[in-house]
């Protein structure tokens, strides 16, 4: 077998004959002659190919009209099994698979792939660990080229397509217009022109002024629905919360969907350092955590989809009833309002201007890139601050930490403390706020007040990193539930004395509205953290389960 150079033994395993014998029972063969096709770029076809005798190539399409012979990404040959992560995720096929040697291949449906992988756990972890290691080595090497976005760093739409992409593990590449000499001339070779921007270009489609809800529609990630189902679960937020829940719910046998109306990863997701979660003595990045959790969830079963939006809840015949953002509707068994918390916006004069363009609410790699080597702004003394100007400094960024109080210690952990004050790059400046945001199609300088004298001071600011006070995303949910003051949600003990006479007395994490159950930053009381929500969703199943038993 030929092994062109990023091919490493965990991506492409070659299975043993016992093995094959294994996989055998799950599939069927096929002959197959040269140039047949196992799989084309933008199929929805999931199946699990084994190669028996022969050998297939891993080839990428570079959008509609690319019909040029392109340099094998993969070449599998016997013993070798043909499949990537969306096997798992849903994803509609980026690549394409070509017999380049005649032979005789395993054909393994997905329903029979999802069966192998639940009965036989040792060959399943050796199919598992190449999936994840062949997304890794697609999302670095020539694979990314299979799924190009365009745009400009500053442009807030482009921005929240790459967050997408990002989050939800795409390969995929970015293409920046503010890096080319001749924008028109670069977006000329595509027939593009400036007004299509952010373009997103797929094997199949060329996606104009595209959003990251026509994205995946387009890749197949949003949620279809299957006419007459019923779940058991539906988790509504796929932050440490959602995820752990639908590991749990799926893994105990639930039919469970996730839904996040953003992608993976929630709030967690734009950490770009959780060093108190415990099982990562060195600490992880939120994404990385979260992207194991979602792809363990799919393994095991669950569903998840995004971006998918849910704005409404209702009991209708039994059931609950999810309402989506496009009027889909999901009737459910159970749901777990695991939406979380968003931070606050600055009350100030034309920050919507400048969201996405200069103005971010996460400082992940993503943003860290944009706002490389420049001087940038976080406000806030919290935890989540600290990790910011410190991810920011590591990016060359010179750092002002903004907040109204005297110092930090308050708000902040000791050793978040100690290393700012150790970092030359990062400055504090307390006893101010900010009064005003200027620049033209991106943010130049931010105006802050010092609350003390009344004086104003301008300083020049790429990126202002916005990390004050957050507040539940609890819009959505029907006026049964109850909330606290702020919007929290109650659940069980917080509801004695509440409810009305009749209803049943809540499980633990369940909401005034029996089988709705409340976990993770949404709830009152909530800890705030990872692991309490990764706790309090793998927790709120335990009832969940013994709600579905009283009703059955
Ligand atoms: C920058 C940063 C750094 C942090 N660092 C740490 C740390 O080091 N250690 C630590 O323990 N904690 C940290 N935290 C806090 C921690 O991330 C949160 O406590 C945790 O993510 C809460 O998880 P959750 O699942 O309850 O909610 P969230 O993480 O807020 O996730 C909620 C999800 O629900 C989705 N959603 C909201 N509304 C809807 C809707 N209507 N329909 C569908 N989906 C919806 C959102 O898009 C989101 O993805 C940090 C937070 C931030 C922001």
């Not at 929805?44 to 392109?70: K, M, N, R, T």
């Not at 365009?150 to 442009?155: E, F, L, V």
Request: hydrophobic share 40%; charged share 20%; net charge negative.
């Amino acid at each position: 077998m030929s092994t062109p150079g990023n091919q490493d033994a965990v991506a492409s395993p070659v299975l043993s004959a016992a093995e094959l014998a294994e996989v055998a029972e799950f599939g069927a063969e096929r002959q197959v002659t040269e140039g047949d096709l196992l799989f084309a770029a933008g199929e929805s076809s999931y199946d699990l190919f084994v190669v028996l005798e022969g050998e297939v190539e891993i080839v990428a399409v570079l959008g509609p009209d690319d019909d040029a012979e392109h340099e094998p990404i993969f070449v599998f040959g016997p013993g070798n099994f043909v499949g990537e992560l969306n096997l798992l995720t849903g994803q509609r096929r980026f690549l394409t698979a070509r017999v380049s040697k005649a032979g005789r291949v395993l054909v393994i449906p997905q329903p029979d792939f999802r069966r192998l992988m639940s009965l036989r756990p040792a060959l399943a972890g050796v199919i598992f660990g190449a999936l994840l290691a062949r997304r890794e080595l697609l999302r670095t090497g020539e694979g990314a080229q299979a799924i190009r976005i365009i745009g400009s760093r500053y442009s807030p739409e482009a921005m929240s397509l790459r967050a997408f992409a990002e989050h939800s593990r795409l390969a995929h590449t970015w293409i920046d217009v503010e890096d080319a000499e001749d924008i028109e001339a670069l977006l000329g070779t595509m027939d593009l022109c400036p007004p299509d921007m952010p373009v997103v270009i797929t094997p199949t489609e060329i996606l104009r002024r595209a959003t990251p809800a026509v994205f995946a529609e387009h890749l197949g990630l949003t949620y279809q629905p299957t006419p007459g189902y019923i779940f058991d679960l539906v988790v509504v937020g796929s932050g440490p919360a959602g995820l752990a829940a639908s590991v749990y719910g799926a893994s105990e046998g639930l039919r469970t969907v996730s839904l996040d109306a953003m992608a993976i990863g929630g709030q967690a997701g734009s950490s770009s350092r959780i060093e108190n979660y415990t099982g990562f003595p060195n600490g992880i990045s939120g994404g990385d955590l979260t992207a194991r959790s979602a792809v363990q969830a799919m393994r095991l079963g669950a569903r998840l989809n995004s971006p998918c939006e849910v704005v409404g809840l209702r009991v209708e015949a039994g059931f609950h009833v999810v309402v989506l953002r496009d009027g889909s509707e999901i009737p459910t068994r159970a749901v777990i309002v695991a939406s979380g918390a968003s931070y606050r916006r600055l009350d100030v004069e034309d920050l919507e201007r400048f969201e996405g363009a200069g103005v971010y609410y996460a400082a992940t790699d993503l943003e860290a890139r944009v706002c490389s080597g420049r001087p940038v702004l976080v406000i806030g003394g919290g935890n989540s601050a600290g990790q910011a100007a410190i991810h920011l400094g590591e990016h060359n960024c010179s750092v002002t930490i903004a907040i109204r109080r005297d110092d930090l210690t308050q708000s902040m952990s000791q050793y978040l403390i100690e290393r700012i004050v150790a970092d030359p790059k990062i400055n504090l400046l307390t006893g101010v706020e900010v009064d005003g945001l200027a620049g033209e199609d991106h943010l130049d300088e931010v105006t802050l007040r010092h609350t003390a004298t009344g004086q104003e001071q301008t300083i020049p600011c790429s990126g202002l990193f916005c990390f004050i006070g957050a507040q539940p995303a609890t819009g959505w949910l029907c006026d049964g539930v109850l909330l606290d003051g702020d919007g929290f949600v109650l659940t069980d003990r917080q509801l004695v004395g509440s409810l009305t006479a009749g209803t049943s007395a809540p499980l633990p994490f369940e909401t005034s509205v029996p089988g709705v159950f409340a976990a993770g930053d949404v709830r009152n009381g909530s800890m705030k953290r990872v692991a309490a929500a990764v706790g309090e969703g793998s927790s709120a199943v335990r009832s969940v389960h013994e709600r579905l038993a009283t009703q059955s």
